[in-house]
Every structure is written in structure tokens, then in C-alpha cells.
């Protein structure tokens, strides 16, 4: 069925911003007022490097390839963890060295 050409697109935009504005508030409201970021954020890196302790040789060796990837985060500015070498350092992308 021909309806003849296409009408225009109609064009819009919904400006969410006061949506968002108002969802962080309810977020940090819910946290509550004994709510401690820096406290959280120090508990989840310990956490994380707990995860990732007592690694063996191998597991450190994919541990450092997702790392690398960009699929894991590392362990500290620049490292995928204890022995690994990084970009520029002797060793860095050797297998044989992890």
C-alpha cells in the first residue's frame, strides 16, 4: 500500500538531567548519613586484592594478560601485580617470565 513519500522525521530531545539530578539524591539518601565513601572504597580494593592473593605462577601469568587487556584492573598505578613486569620493563609480554 503506496502512501506517497515519506513524511519528515520529526526531530526531539528530552533533557533528563533534573531526572538525574534527583535519582542521586534519592541514592544518597538511601546510603544514609553514616554512609562513608572513602571507607567503602578502601574496603573494596581490600577485597580485591584478597581476590587475587595467592596466585600461582599461571594464574598470575592470565592475570596479567586480562590486565593488560584492559579486562581486569591492576593492583596498584601501573602494576598487574607482585613479579609482573609491565610495559617497557624486561620480561613485559614473556610468559615465560611470569
Known amino acids: ?9 520529526l526531530n526531539f530531545s ?12 534519592e541514592v544518597v539518601a538511601a546510603l544514609g548519613p553514616d554512609w562513608d565513601p572513602v571507607a567503602a572504597l578502601r574496603d573494596e580494593e ?3 586484592a584478597l581476590l587475587y592473593s595467592g596466585l600461582d605462577p599461571e594464574q598470575e601469568r592470565l592475570y596479567a594478560m586480562l590486565v593488560a587487556a584492559g579486562v ?3 593492583r596498584g598505578p601501573g602494576e598487574a601485580g607482585p613479579g609482573t613486569p609491565g610495559p617497557g620493563e624486561a620480561g613485559y609480554g614473556d610468559a615465560a617470565s611470569h
Not at 1 to 9: E, H, I, V, W
Open 72 to 74: 581486569l584492573p591492576g
Open 1 to 9: 500500500m503506496d502512501q506517497g513519500p515519506a513524511p519528515d522525521r
Open 14 to 25: 528530552i533533557d533528563l538531567s533534573v531526572e538525574e539530578a534527583r535519582r542521586r539524591a
Open 46 to 48: 581490600a577485597a580485591t
